[in-house]
């Protein structure tokens, strides 16, 4: 299985920008998504996620009421919607996936099989 991030770039504060993961050699409601991202010097942070039965989202604390997860079956892709950016977004930002459980979503890093290279949102006027 293969993810791509694209749709990163320079956006001002206040503004949105949508990113896309495509996932290849697989199916996408086979695996949980997740968006993280990362600054340089620094650890991932979760920035949000769905349930392989796509039924269940969860959001990082500072995303919550500006972003949004959705997927397309249909073009085996998932998005992340992001609205009033501001700066402190500024980072890369990779998609993951973790292959479906019982267990349903599983929250840590270290829960995800797969990672793509990510896509750099910068935030700035």
């Known amino acids: 299985v293969q993810l791509k991030a694209f749709g990163g770039g320079l956006v001002p504060p206040g503004g949105s920008l949508r990113l896309s993961c495509l996932v290849s050699?697989?199916?996408?409601?086979?695996?949980?998504i997740g968006w993280w991202r990362q600054v340089p010097g620094k650890g991932r942070d979760f920035v949000a996620g769905?349930?392989?039965?796509?039924?269940?989202?969860f959001y990082g604390d500072s995303v919550k009421g500006r972003f949004g997860i959705s997927r397309d079956r249909t073009k085996n892709t998932a998005y992340l919607q992001m609205n009033n950016l501001k700066p402190e977004d500024t980072a890369n930002y990779l998609c993951?996936?973790?292959?479906?459980?019982?267990?349903?979503?599983?929250?840590?890093?270290?829960?995800?099989?797969?990672w793509g290279r990510g896509t750099l949102v910068t935030v700035s006027s």
């Open positions: 993951a996936a973790q292959i479906r459980s019982e267990a349903g979503f599983r929250p840590h890093a270290l829960d995800y099989e797969y």
């Open positions: 050699g697989g199916i996408i409601s086979d695996y949980g």
């Open positions: 769905m349930s392989w039965t796509g039924g269940s989202t």
